[in-house]
């Protein structure tokens, strides 16, 4: 089963980092034990964060997503008006 999920957050920094990441531990629990090869594109509005402001909270979020396993963790950043999180999984056969 390949599953695309899409999600938008408008907190203030970096308590929104917070959130985010409520936000995956929840989809890792709503996906269940089977195995999966994922994909997590993680987006930070220019408009809402200036780069001076990024250190040390997206260093210290990277480190704590990049323990799911089979995931690959993208960061970027956006001219959005709202940080984004893009997750791209797929159950691998077993």
């Known amino acids: 089963m390949n599953a695309q999920r899409i999600e938008t957050f408008r907190a203030p920094w970096p308590a929104v980092l917070v959130e985010m990441k409520d936000f995956v531990n929840l989809w890792l629990l709503a996906r269940g034990k089977?195995?999966?090869?994922?994909?997590?594109?993680?987006f930070i509005s220019k408009a809402l964060v200036s780069e001076a402001q990024l250190q040390p909270h997206v260093r210290e979020f990277r480190k704590s997503i990049s323990?799911?396993?089979?995931?690959?963790v993208e960061l970027k950043a956006t001219d959005q008006a709202a940080h984004k999180i893009e997750i791209e999984d797929r159950e691998v056969p077993k």
């Open 67 to 72: 323990r799911i396993p089979n995931c690959r």
């Open 34 to 42: 089977r195995e999966h090869a994922t994909i997590l594109r993680v």
